[in-house]
Each structure stands twice: as C-alpha cells, then as structure tokens.
C-alpha cells in the first residue's frame, strides 16, 4: 500500500532540508493535526495558523483588509495571501493554506459549500487551486486537507 501524503510529504520536505508553515481556515487544524502525526515532524514543522475570522486572517496571517473585502474570505486570492503570511510569519521555505465553505450552510450560487481554494507559497512563487467537494463538513475538510497535502507533494516533487 502506498504511504499516506503526509509521510511522503515529510520525507521530500527531509530531502530537502527545507521547513513548512500552515495557514488552515476550513479545515481547522486537520493538516496540522495530519503533518504532526508523522513521527520526526518536528524536523520540518515549523507551525500552523488556524485562522477562521477574517480579523484573524488579517492579523495573523497578514491577509490584506482590501482583499478579504473584495474577493471573500473563500478566494484564491485569500488563499494566496493566507500561504505567503503563514510562511513569512514562521520563517518557513514552504507555506501551505487552506480556506473554505465547509457547510452545511453559507454557500452562494458562485460559491458553494463544498468550495475550497488551496494554495502553496514558496520564494520562487505561489500557485492556487479551487476546488468544490461533496458531502458533509467532514467529508469536505478531510478532502480538502488530501487536496492540500497532494498539492503541496506536487511542488516538492518539482522542486529541484
């Protein structure tokens, strides 16, 4: 059987000595609840930010007040902010981030729940991805956070 995305994550993070920070909304801790469950994290998890409010994006994951307001807290733009800030405010070479509507509630026609932007922050650049998941908030954070852990091995796997 293949190994779970977090091991491989940890062990391409290993090779190349390089760090990784968290920025979580909908999630709400689950990858850094999956990254810590790997034994030796602690080689290369610096932390995780969950940052649900926008107050709180804002403040702790440096995501601009203008942003939030002009695309939503549920915006690759918010995404990409949210993987910048997570990385710069831990020092880390690699920031992961995650935001959402997990349900049952809050979507809108152009953003249903289910709706998840994932992004990735490095030095050389960032890249985002927008998916939508069915099910319940569980189902939706659990394939979120395997979204946001293939997304994250998938840049690593191309770094050189």
């Not at 601009?64 to 880390?92: D, F, I, W």
């Amino acid at each position: 059987m293949d190994e779970p995305l977090e091991v491989r994550v940890g062990k391409a993070l290993r090779e190349r000595g390089w760090t990784l920070a968290l920025g979580e909304s909908c999630t709400g801790g689950v990858l850094g609840h999956r990254i810590t469950n790997v034994p030796g994290s602690s080689d290369y998890f610096l932390g995780g930010v969950v940052a649900y409010a926008y107050e709180a994006k804002e403040r702790l994951l440096h995501v601009r007040h203008e942003t939030l307001y002009k695309h939503g807290a549920v915006s690759g733009e918010t995404a990409r902010e949210m993987a910048l800030g997570a990385r710069l405010a831990l020092g880390a070479d690699i920031g992961l981030a995650v935001t959402g509507i997990a349900g049952p509630g809050g979507g809108i026609p152009d953003k249903p729940v289910g709706l998840t932007w994932i992004a990735v922050s490095t030095r050389e650049g960032q890249q985002a991805e927008r998916h939508v998941w069915p099910g319940d908030r569980l189902a939706v954070k659990s394939q979120a956070a395997e979204a946001a852990l293939a997304l994250l091995l998938r840049i690593l796997e191309g770094a050189g």
